[in-house]
């Protein structure tokens, strides 16, 4: 990567990683719509996998033994044959319609948490919810690296326990990218010039970002965070709209 785009790429994975620090995920929500408007999507979703699982692995580490395997156990399958079908689409689909469609997912998850009460409460979840979740956020994660909030959506519905919810959804997390990576491999897009040495330059960042959003995390109003984490999104979220409209189909 020439260092004029390493020097706009640095600076966005060190707030998204930021970002990780202080909340446990949205990483890549923040990182790749800002991304594809200098580097393609295809070099981007692969490279912010790679720190996904570095950082991933450091913060869940920890609360694993809190996992809910049964819960796991559902979603798995499911998750596995969407990160198929959405690696299949990475490799091969333009940039036109990926992009916008990107972009309208982020702008649906932005309107969804800004219009979220603090004290809210919803009904479970039937387990068999499973499979429509677990094959959307499998797409997601695999076009975009954007499954987390799916993912959520579902746990938070299924879980009561809150250690319990965190330790599923990072694990959930975790084996997605380690499958991503591995799909992401196997379909070439890790032989791309340029993509690893890129990655070794940038993982420092992520890195440091994350100790970064880890010292901030008690500091900074949650409130607050979430409506400047949402508002960054939006524009984000519109930008990749706009870049998928002008792309060629």
Same mark, same amino acid.
């Given at each position: 990567?020439?260092?004029?785009? &390493? ?11 930021? +970002? ?15 991304? +594809?408007?200098?580097?393609? &999507? ?15 692995? &450091? !913060? ?10 049964? /819960?796991?156990?559902? #979603? ?8 198929? #079908?959405?690696?299949?689409? #990475? ?7 990926? #992009?916008?469609?990107?972009?309208? =997912? ?13 004290? /809210? ?50 694990? !959930?997390?975790?084996?997605?990218? !380690?499958?991503?990576?591995?799909? =992401? ?15 070794? +330059? ?20 949650? /409130? ?8 960054? &999104? ?16």
């Amino acid at each position: 990567m020439p260092a004029e785009s &390493l020097a706009i790429v640095a600076p966005v994975i060190f707030v998204a990683y930021t +970002v990780f620090g202080m909340t446990g995920f949205g990483a890549a929500m923040v990182a790749v719509p800002v991304l +594809v408007q200098f580097i393609p &999507l295809q070099f981007a979703v692969p490279l912010v996998v790679l720190f996904d699982l570095a950082c991933t692995a &450091l !913060v869940g580490g920890s609360n694993w033994r809190r996992v809910s395997l049964a /819960e796991l156990k559902r #979603l798995f399958p499911w998750l596995l044959l969407g990160i198929a #079908l959405g690696v299949t689409l #990475l490799h091969n689909a333009g940039a036109r319609w990926p #992009l916008m469609l990107l972009g309208g =997912f982020v702008l649906f998850v932005c309107i969804r948490g800004l219009r979220g009460s603090p004290g /809210e409460t919803k009904a479970p979840l039937n387990e068999y919810w499973a499979f429509p979740f677990g094959v959307f956020g499998g797409v997601f994660s695999a076009l975009f690296g954007t499954g987390g909030p799916i993912y959520t959506i579902y746990l938070s519905r299924r879980l009561d326990a809150l250690d319990q919810f965190r330790a599923t959804i990072s694990v !959930v997390i975790l084996l997605s990218g !380690v499958v991503r990576a591995a799909a =992401f491999g196997a379909a070439g897009l890790y032989s791309q010039p340029e993509i690893l040495a890129s990655a070794a +330059v940038l993982l420092p960042v992520s890195l440091v970002g994350l100790y970064a959003g880890s010292r901030l995390r008690t500091r900074v109003s949650p /409130e607050l965070l979430k409506k400047s984490i949402f508002v960054l &999104l939006a524009i984000a979220g519109a930008g990749a709209i706009y870049r998928g409209w002008v792309s060629p189909s």
